[in-house]
């Protein structure tokens, strides 16, 4: 492999565009892999191409480098799209964007490019990776653009991915510097709107999706207060989240919040919005930048959620890849298969997956 040669994950937007305009004038020997995660189909239902491969061939076509297409979807199916399906028919809310950067982005597409001769692969995410030679790790830190914060998302990378990670739109302070270098390449791509919420989830309708693909998503049960009164019926669990106010259907004299979700029994528990704070939570398979395991507890900043606020608290390490986390003060409608990610400042020092909440 040539540390020379690098392969970017050319989506056809505005990010990897630039991401691969730039690594070539800076002397890369530029590759351009797109990436087919999910089928998609005509108004009579036939498989057809994505739009985002046309604009991928033309962009790489532009800037004369060679492209490579490759169908991930089978992977795809089973580890991203599955785990997001079972995670909500178990009442938690998953991020599938943690894990298909583990798995797919920064998994099987360094394989890929490796296979293809390149030492480095590229996105477009807006964060920076360093090496300290000191410590001889790798570390991951937010982009300078405000209202970036992809960071957040790279937690889970090993150190053995991390070293072959090159973001270079980690240095650029606005996602409109980055679109005028787009439009340098190609006007029509740099117009393009930036691509929310979950891939392989049509109209960002994740509720459609799982009853498309699950019965008991629609599975209706009961509404539970606190000491397990029936109070009411809902429409199934994957229609609600922690936290949630409207949309019950539930006639109270008061207003009610959903505080849990219990999958086995079917039920959501309803309380009052006080009963939906807690003072901690526990997280498992949790990876570290910093060091391989935590020793000793850590302070940090935490979110539990990607555009959360940063919640000051301590770490504490239960063994096994598990730790307990302590906030300074209670924080609200923490919702168990989100990611719980720890900061120092700018930086990431790691995360995991909320596994359950601690009340008292």
């Keep these: 492999m040539s540390k020379n040669k690098v392969a970017v994950g050319l989506s056809g937007g505005v990010d990897s565009t630039a991401t691969a305009y730039i690594l070539k004038k800076e002397g890369y020997d530029v590759i351009g892999i797109t990436m087919i995660v999910c089928d998609e189909y005509d108004k009579d239902c036939n498989v057809i191409e994505p739009k ?17 297409i490759v169908d991930y979807k089978d992977i795809f199916k089973i580890t991203v799209k599955k785990e997001f399906e079972e995670e909500y028919l178990k009442g938690r809310t998953p991020n599938p964007c943690v894990t298909c950067n583990r798995i797919i982005k920064y998994g099987k597409l360094i394989e890929t490019a490796h296979s293809l001769g390149a030492y480095y692969i590229a996105t477009g995410h807006y964060a920076t990776i360093r090496y300290d030679k000191e410590l001889k790790r790798y570390r991951i830190f937010k982009g300078v653009a405000e209202r970036k914060d992809q960071a957040y998302n790279l937690y889970s990378l090993s150190q053995e991915q991390l070293k072959h990670i090159l973001l270079p739109l980690g240095k650029f302070n606005s996602k409109e510097e980055v679109r005028k270098l787009a439009f340098e390449i190609d006007p029509m791509i740099a117009k393009k709107n930036d691509s929310t919420g979950i891939c392989f989830v049509p109209n960002e309708d994740h509720i459609s999706y799982l009853t498309s693909v699950s019965s008991n998503a629609s599975k209706s049960g009961n509404f539970v207060d606190k000491t397990g009164k029936i109070i009411g019926k809902h429409k199934g669990i994957v229609y609600y989240t922690i936290g949630q106010k409207r949309g019950l259907g539930i006639n109270c004299n008061r207003p009610m919040f959903v505080v849990a979700i219990d999958a086995e029994k ?18 498992k398979n949790v990876n570290f930048t910093l060091f391989d395991k935590l020793e000793e507890e850590l302070r940090v900043e935490a979110k539990v959620c990607q555009w959360g606020w940063f919640l000051p608290a301590t770490v504490f390490s239960l063994g096994k890849g598990w730790v307990k986390v ?29 596994e359950s909440v601690i009340k008292e």
Excluded: C, M, W
Excluded at 52 to 68: E, G, M, N, S, W
Excluded at 343 to 351: A, D, K, L, M
């Design 326 to 354: 302590i906030f300074d003060k209670k924080e609200r409608a923490i919702a168990p298969g989100q990611s719980v990610v720890f900061y120092h400042g700018n930086e990431v020092i790691g995360g995991g997956i909320i």
């Design 266 to 283: 079917n039920e959501i528990v309803l309380g009052e919005d006080q009963d939906t704070y807690s003072i901690g939570l526990i997280a």
């Design 52 to 68: 985002f491969v046309k604009d991928a061939k033309r962009i790489a076509k532009i800037l004369d480098i060679p492209h490579y």
